[in-house]
């Protein structure tokens, strides 16, 4: 089964500070990869997805998030962050190709890291 | 305004009582799915439908039923089994069945509180 472990549970930035959340996961194969952000009083939406190709994947908003193989991780990035950015973050992993049916549609995701950003 | 309506927003529950929220999606999507929300915990899956009169257990069903009769609907329900209730219940939906590279769409959620 995978996991995903997202290292920092609050992150408190300043307006025009940049942005890097860490997200690594645990799986013997290939994955998909998701962020999805919950805005305070909104549902949570994606806010940019890996599955193949470039590693650089960009995403609404300014964001993206870079996939390295190697180290299993999947960081969300933003250059220069607003007061509008403050939301909790999550990271999701689905295995690419599902053994036996039992992880079709089964999206794991971390815990979550709350980013407060101050004007 | 296409989407996924959840209802109540709150929801209490008194010590032995069943209580069921409700989701509805008018995104003509076939799966449906159930996550659990708690602090520093992330989301967790107790069930998810692929297709209408069909469903499979997520990780932490124990305590908890669905049913999927209409693909529209897929409402839980919190039985008197399940000993630690409060959390923010989403509900979400993707388009076809659930395949890896689907995007889910989540609800507003059901705060669920125990008196």
């Known amino acids: 089964a995978q996991s995903v472990s997202q290292h920092n549970h609050h992150v408190i930035l300043s307006e025009a500070a940049s942005l890097e959340l860490g997200c690594n996961y645990s799986?013997?194969?290939?994955?998909?990869l998701f962020w999805y952000v919950q805005y305070p009083g909104q549902h949570l939406q994606l806010l940019l997805k890996?599955?193949?190709?470039?590693?650089l994947v960009k995403g609404i908003k300014g964001f993206e998030a870079e996939f390295i193989k190697s180290k299993f991780s999947f960081n969300l990035r933003k250059p220069s962050v607003q007061w509008s950015d403050t939301a909790e973050y999550f990271c999701?992993?689905?295995?690419?190709?599902?053994?036996?049916?039992?992880?079709?549609?089964?999206?794991?995701f971390g815990q979550g890291t709350i980013l407060t950003v101050h004007p | 305004d296409g989407g996924i309506t959840q209802s109540p927003k709150y929801l209490f529950r008194k010590e032995g009582q069943n209580v069921t929220l409700s989701c509805e999606q008018n995104l003509n999507h076939d799966a449906m799915y159930w996550y659990r929300q708690d602090p520093g915990q992330g989301l967790r899956l107790i069930y998810y439908?692929?297709?209408?009169?069909?469903?499979q257990k997520g990780d932490i069903a124990e305590g908890y039923s669905v049913s999927r009769e209409k693909k529209e609907s897929f409402p839980l329900t919190v039985t008197s089994a399940q000993k630690n209730p409060t959390a923010f219940y989403l509900c979400a939906s993707s388009m076809t069945s659930g395949g890896p590279q689907e995007t889910q769409y989540f609800g507003p959620g059901t705060r669920l509180l125990v008196l």
């Open positions: 799986y013997g194969g290939t994955v998909n």
């Open positions: 439908s692929q297709i209408v009169n069909d469903f």
């Open positions: 999701a992993v689905h295995p690419s190709h599902p053994a036996g049916g039992t992880s079709y549609g089964k999206l794991t």
């Open positions: 890996y599955f193949s190709g470039d590693p």
